[in-house]
């Protein structure tokens, strides 16, 4: 509570709050839980019980889709003509265009090739393309 000296001896109290000790304890609260909150996330061991459900039976074989560097194509392991794609990959996939087809392209293929791949892929109606690459033990 605050008091006003006015001219006079009559002191009128000063309705006004101070909230900047209000604010410093807020903010003082908020990095407390900025600090503790990551720290309630701990993972728990249990040991979960059994359940009888069904099996689910493990995904088709992937198709795999291979670029080399003299930009012949490989698919899965049967080296095949840029003009039998459409062909080969119905094969495949057994005339299913909705399944995923990894790309695997080698390094020194340029990107211009790369895209133009991609773009035959689309436009014999494949669509889910996955780029495949070599994981690396380094950190950024």
Do not use: C, W
């Amino acid at each position: 509570m605050g008091a006003r000296l006015d001219s006079g001896d009559d002191l009128t109290e000063a309705h006004e709050i101070n909230v900047t000790p209000f604010i410093d304890v807020i903010l003082v609260l908020l990095i407390i839980f900025m600090i503790a909150a990551p720290l309630s996330t701990v993972d728990v061991a249990v040991d979960l019980p059994t359940s009888n459900a069904e099996p689910q039976p493990p995904p088709e074989k992937p198709i795999t889709l291979t670029l080399k560097s003299d930009l012949s194509l490989v698919i899965d392991d049967e080296p095949l003509a840029r003009g039998a794609l459409a062909a080969a990959l119905d094969r495949a996939s057994n005339g299913d265009a909705g399944r995923r087809v990894f790309l695997r392209a080698d390094r020194n293929v340029a990107y211009g090739d790369l895209m133009a791949l991609m773009n035959d892929l689309r436009a014999v109606g494949y669509l889910k393309i996955g780029l495949v690459g070599l994981e690396s033990d380094r950190q950024p």
